[in-house]
């Protein structure tokens, strides 16, 4: 109404011929009403005067067209009325639906209104529609449109992987583009999208438009419900991506049409669930967390702590690049693409490249198999707990103090790593800018052996920061490594530096050391030990530094766990289910066993020696 540019009468109204060529005045806005005949009025609907919208209806549209009536936009892009709406300006367009009959009531103006339902006849053709029409409303006049666009939205849709590429015609699109390979969909439109595209695609083209279909999952808010506006809970993906106020939050809800007892209940969830608003995440970290959340077609629970967590992630792979990239010298220049290896590669080094070609057939088969959290979480592990928790650490006192044919292969191995780890990352976080052949696995840097000597470095290094920390022993911590095979003495042996670097900071200072020893040797004593396997333990000098009574008692109350562990064992290898078990499951467990006999051997030692030390 508030749009209005003219009212329409029939020619043939007797009631109006006074009027026509004259002009009413708008009862709400200062604009004048031409008062013209048009045909298309029905002179029996209603007062036989109708008000005509141009702007805002498509009927009115032709009529003010045809008439040359002034076309006035009364909306913001927002839905709010604007100024050509008069008092109403900058209200919503159902508040202001009501607000208009309010006023009209007010004024005296209002008799009420009348339903103009739609009248639809169906027919194969326009004589049979006629025929039906006229049966439907005798001794009436009527005039019949065909309507354009008679099919639905799924038949339409249906048709849309052929009808894009020219169909029917056998365009050169066609022939290059269907059948594709792969559709992507939700799984609640299956029947109403995926399967008339088969049905129609066999129909019309006797091919199947995919061979393919990926149900992605359906994005709900941290609590598992649907997102709806009414409960506040819609979570913009911009807001993520550049983060966003709570004021910010509140203002969106007041631009739609919620009413109070809607907007009270979405404001509320807002203050609870972002009381701080939301943090600037990065389209990288939006990324990262929906598709490491997307495993077969569940559900995803968004949650924005959870995306925060990956923003830093992000921050950590920007960081370690940073490191890297300022560890080359101006003459670097990487190993070409066939020569992947130096020969001078330290233990640290072949463990890395070892996890680089492994990890790269990992996300390879899980992006093959469209597995995609299982492909990003194996990037994650590379990157986060390999790539800068280990090996970037280790690389310092390799670069540091190794020979310059060390420092060389280290810089190498570094950048190897790192471009490979960027790399695979890239599809899933692709403004890391990279442009570079997306990692394999390559069988020149499968080295299990390296793995299983670096690993033992990494549990040896773990166990002396695990006991460091548990007694408090900030620095100058005196470790006694004990062996009772060769190969593992040789192992750690050799890398003492690394396992030095690995321990934290407890290993600094002027009487910080490291010594090694057989189990043939005389055993260290007033200390403290930890089994990192049957073959090897870890002893923390602790005479002078610690409550000795306080260390009896942890002591033996590890020994009781440990010894728990041994029983619990026994218990499940002498168990109806052991001999059904797997041969490698079996392995596995006889390990356990054996790894907590020692460790229950090492901790009577343990006991027994901090007694001693008590008497002393």
């Known amino acids: 109404m508030l749009g209005d540019t003219g009212i329409a009468v029939n020619p043939k109204d007797e009631r109006y011929k006074g009027f026509t060529g004259k002009f009413a005045k708008h009862l709400f806005v200062n604009r004048r009403l031409p008062i013209f005949t048009d045909e298309y009025v029905d002179p029996e609907f209603g007062t036989g005067a109708v008000k005509i919208t141009p702007a805002h209806d498509p009927n009115d549209f032709k009529i003010g067209q045809t008439h040359k009536l002034e076309f006035i936009s009364i909306f913001h ?6 100024h050509n709406a008069g008092s109403f300006e900058g209200m919503k367009r159902f508040d202001a639906r009501y607000r208009v009959i309010d006023t009209l009531k007010e004024e005296g103006l209002y008799v ?23 049966a439907k409303w ?26 894009t590429l020219g169909w029917p015609k056998n365009t050169q699109d066609m022939q290059n583009f269907y059948p594709t390979s792969l559709l992507e969909t939700g799984r609640d439109i299956l029947f109403f999208w995926v399967a008339r595209m088969i049905m129609l695609g066999l129909k019309l083209t006797g091919r199947v438009p995919f061979k393919e279909v990926y149900c992605h999952s359906l994005v709900r808010d941290s609590e598992g419900r649907k997102m709806s506006k009414s409960l506040g809970n819609v979570i913009d993906p911009v807001d993520v991506i550049e983060g966003a106020t709570l004021q910010s939050l509140h203002a969106k809800l007041l631009v739609g049409n919620l009413d109070p007892k809607e907007l009270a209940t979405a404001t509320k969830f807002q203050k609870s669930s972002f009381p701080e608003g939301i943090p600037e995440c990065g389209a990288d970290a939006l990324r990262f967390s929906l598709i490491s959340y997307t495993i077969g077609g569940v559900d995803i629970n968004l949650d924005i702590k959870v995306m925060y967590g990956y923003r830093r992630f992000c921050n950590k792979i920007y960081q370690a690049t940073k490191y890297v990239l300022g560890r080359l010298s101006q003459s670097f220049q990487p190993l070409p693409a066939s020569s992947i290896r130096t020969g001078h ?23 093959t198999a469209r597995e995609f959290s299982t492909a990003t979480q194996a990037i994650y592990q590379y990157w986060y707990t390999n790539l800068c928790d280990v090996y970037i650490e280790n690389s310092k006192s390799i670069l540091q103090d190794g ?28 403004f890391f800018i990279l442009k570079a052949k997306y ?45 009772t095979d ?11 530096p690394s396992i030095k670097t690995l321990s934290g900071k407890a290993l600094t200072g002027p009487s910080a050391s490291v010594a090694v020893f057989t189990n043939k040797d005389p055993q260290p004593t007033g200390c403290v030990v930890e089994a990192v396997n049957a073959n090897v333990a870890v002893y923390l000098v602790l005479k002078g530094r610690v409550n000795l009574d306080a260390e009896v008692g942890k002591a033996k109350t590890r020994l009781e766990k440990a010894s728990e562990t041994v029983r619990k064992q026994i218990r499940m290898m002498d ?22 006999r020692k460790e229950v051997e090492v901790l009577e030692g343990s006991v027994v020696q901090f007694e001693r030390l008590n008497l002393e």
């Open 575 to 596: 168990g109806d289910g052991w001999i059904k078990m797997r041969a490698e499951a079996q392995e596995v467990e006889k390990r356990k066993l054996e790894d907590a």
């Open 439 to 483: 990692p394999v696995y390559q069988k020149e840097l499968d080295n299990p052996k390296a793995k299983e000597a670096y690993e033992l470095i990494l549990a040896v290094s773990k166990a002396i920061r695990s006991l460091t920390a548990e007694y408090d022993i900030k620095d100058n911590a005196n470790i006694c490594l004990v062996f």
């Open 486 to 496: 060769k190969q593992s003495f040789e192992t750690c042996k050799a890398q003492l």
């Open 77 to 82: 892009d927002n839905g709010t009325l604007n």
């Open 345 to 367: 590669e330290s233990l640290a080094e072949l463990w890395i490249l070892h996890k680089l070609t492994i990890v790269a057939a990992e996300v390879n088969n899980a992006l």
């Open 138 to 163: 005798p001794n009436k006049r009527f005039e019949l449109f065909q309507d354009p666009d008679v099919f639905d939205t799924w038949f339409t849709s249906g048709m849309w992987p052929f009808s």
């Open 403 to 430: 020979t310059p044919d060390e420092a060389h292969s280290a810089q190498q191995s570094l950048y190897t790593a790192l471009e490979g780890g960027l790399t695979m990352i890239h599809p899933v976080t692709p």
């Open 112 to 134: 009420g209104w009348k339903d103009n339902p739609m009248k639809w006849v169906a027919g194969h053709d326009r004589k049979e529609a006629e025929q039906k029409a006229a």
